[in-house]
């Protein structure tokens, strides 16, 4: 068996075998991720809700903003929360710095203009007269802001697997805020990241496996439930 057959080998029996190490990782990937896209999605979708359909000064200053924000790589985000939670910034004397809940913090910010901006087309694509009748019709606003979502369905869960997509897999914040401590703050990506540097890549193509399935489920996920949307229409 040549060196690849034996690290790929390697790398599937430390998945199907229960490596307590490799799952203590993958359980803090989704851990922390599940939470800091749960945290984001009420105020991101409501704010892109806002830009869609409220029309307001700075309204397209915002829009931009948000679309810019798009483009920050991790490792700035994970840089502006390590300085205001440092022990010299502002944030210091809430101790989270190389923490879960720091990571938290950089994943939230690094998925909030991800929604916002695809959200905010999502609401767009949306006939305003879906809004517009609901609310005639004496629907309360919150009514009618979940008629306008049920309409954006698919476009929402699309955004919502695109910033999901995007923090597990992130490693500059998650680096520089969790700090990579095992069994704690030790990410996916981050494990794979130390993994590699050591020439271990066992352990590295096992959690890239994980990646790659995830990406592989989201989007077959989408695609099912795309698929139930045309068949009920």
């Given at each position: 068996m040549?060196?690849?057959?034996s690290?790929?080998?390697d ?11 490799l ?6 990937s989704?851990q ?5 896209i749960?945290?984001?999605i ?6 892109a809700?806002?830009?869609a359909?409220a ?5 397209r ?10 483009a ?7 840089l502006?929360?390590?300085?205001l ?9 809430w101790?989270l710095?190389?923490?879960?809940s720091?990571?938290?913090m ?5 998925s ?26 004496g ?22 697997f695109?910033?999901y ?5 992130e ?26 540097s050591k ?12 990646l ?8 077959i ?9 045309h068949?009920s229409?």
């Open positions: 040549d060196d690849s057959s690290i790929m080998y790398a599937m029996h430390l998945l199907f075998s229960g490596d307590t190490e799952w203590a990782i993958i359980g803090v989704f922390v991720s599940s939470i800091a749960l945290i984001t009420p105020a991101a979708l409501i704010i809700f806002i830009l359909y029309d307001f000064p700075g309204r200053l915002l829009i931009s903003i948000f679309n810019t924000l798009l920050v790589p991790a490792v700035v985000i994970g502006t929360f390590y300085l939670l440092s022990h010299q910034g502002p944030l210091g004397d101790k710095l190389f923490t879960q720091a990571m938290v950089g994943q939230a910010a690094l909030f203009p991800i929604l916002v901006a695809m959200g905010h087309a999502a609401f767009q694509a949306v006939d305003k007269r879906a809004w517009e009748t609901a609310r005639t019709l629907a309360s606003p919150a009514a009618s802001f979940y008629t306008v979502m049920k309409e954006a369905r698919f476009a929402l869960l699309a955004a919502l695109a910033a997509g995007r923090i597990i897999a490693v500059g914040a998650s680096m520089m805020l969790g700090g990579n401590i095992l069994h704690y703050t030790r990410n996916i990506p981050t494990a794979i990241a130390l993994e590699t020439g271990e890549f066992s352990q590295g193509i096992a959690l890239g496996l994980v790659i399935f995830l990406a592989f489920a989201l989007n996920s989408l695609q099912y439930f795309q698929g139930k949307g068949l229409n």
